[in-house]
């Protein structure tokens, strides 16, 4: 997500508020995955998203570019991986063999290669294949072509390089018709690199009830990851987002709820179904149970349980972040809440951080948001 001039996951957000959905991820769950090289180097632990740079329609679109001071600074402050998001779609041929443009693929190999150096490991994560999403069946032979290209690319990258298949499939790209496909992609990635661990999303935005309810993973494959994205509850994570829809730009909700005073919601929201109710229990129901509070993190999480329990797989929360119309204590509060659920679970994380209004790091001014980044360690 960034503030300006195009939003990072611009449909997600309404969707998973509209059905009560969200996510997370994680990586050193049942069972423990054996670790090589640094520390946390294959346990993705603590990690952080270098978003909008390479996901962005070309590197600078929206207003990040890579380089090595940020690297230097995730790695100082104690991050274990950097989640890359890359748009390879955007640099491939529309026609077969859909060839990545070699350009793009050394900016990657640079990405990779700084983190490398800092010791970290790095998640190859294909983001924005927004043509998949809206014809998979189209477009199922091209993304077949990237993988094949990416492993080839890396199979000799050290195992602190993991693969994610796709970031967040939805749209046309319905549960039963991802799991038909990322199973053909594995087919795929597997012949030519056979041990990478490879992080797969649930379906509908990665939503964390999808991982529960409908993502099937290859039986035997011990080396891969479910994974889900955590913004819930989005109410408050994603208020006053210019690029979201109406019905999210009721501003003053605090975490967690109920809140000192109601808040309400402005007539956008009130004529929303959903969100006039969600309104009402956060401004009246107790705190044990409020929708905009502990318990919405907690149904979340139990979801990505009844994953692990029912697969033996680990899970991965890839993102996880708090806007900033939100008030800065409340967003201290939801992020320290986060983490600590996904750590008490044996789940890893990669904050979000898109440059713009979900950013924790300023990149001009090269400091932290100390006490979000607190919430992250302490």
Not at 97 to 106: A, G
Not at 288 to 315: C, D, H, K, S, W
Request: net charge neutral.
């Amino acid at each position: 997500m960034t503030s300006a001039p195009k939003p990072l996951l611009p449909r997600r957000a309404f969707v998973l508020g509209a059905l009560g959905l969200a996510g997370c991820i994680p990586l050193e769950a049942a069972p423990s995955p054996p670790r090589s090289g640094p520390a946390g180097a294959t346990s993705l632990r603590r990690g952080i998203n270098a978003g909008n740079a390479l996901d962005a329609p070309t590197e600078g679109a929206w207003g990040v570019v890579l380089d090595e001071p940020f690297f230097d600074a995730v790695a100082a402050a104690g991050f274990d991986h950097v989640r890359v998001p890359i748009r390879f779609n955007a640099h491939a041929s529309k026609a077969p063999p859909f060839t990545i443009d070699e350009d793009f693929f050394r900016r990657v190999d640079w990405a990779l290669d700084q983190i490398a150096r800092r010791g970290m490991a790095a998640v190859i994560d294909l983001h924005h294949h927004e043509e998949l999403m809206k014809d998979p069946d189209a477009e199922g032979a091209r993304f077949l072509e990237l993988w094949r290209q990416i492993a080839v690319r890396y199979r000799g990258r050290p195992a602190s390089v993991i693969y994610e298949l796709l970031n967040e499939p939805t749209d046309k790209l319905t549960a039963d018709r991802w799991n038909t496909l990322l199973a053909q992609a594995l087919k795929v990635v597997r012949p030519v690199d056979p041990d990478r661990r490879i992080i797969v999303d649930s379906a509908f935005w990665a939503a964390a009830k999808e991982l529960k309810g409908s993502l099937e993973l290859p039986p035997g494959d011990t080396r891969l990851i479910g994974s889900f994205h955590m913004y819930q509850p989005i109410l408050f994570t994603h208020q006053g987002m210019p690029w979201m829809p109406p019905e999210f730009q009721t501003e003053g909700i605090t975490f967690p709820g109920p809140p000192q005073r109601p808040v309400e919601p402005i007539k956008a929201a009130a004529d929303v179904g959903w969100v006039a109710d969600w309104f009402r229990q956060y401004n009246t129901v107790p705190a044990a149970n409020n929708p905009g509070g502990p318990a919405a993190i907690e149904e979340q999480f139990e979801y990505a349980r009844a994953f692990m329990a029912r697969t033996g797989l680990p899970v991965y929360m890839g993102e996880f972040g708090a806007a900033d119309k939100g008030d800065h204590a409340s967003r201290v509060t939801w992020t320290r809440m986060v983490r600590k659920a996904a750590e008490a679970r044996g789940i890893g994380w990669a904050y979000w951080d898109d440059g713009g209004s979900f950013k924790i790091y300023d990149r001009k001014a090269a400091t932290w948001d100390r006490a979000l980044l607190a919430a992250l360690f302490d």
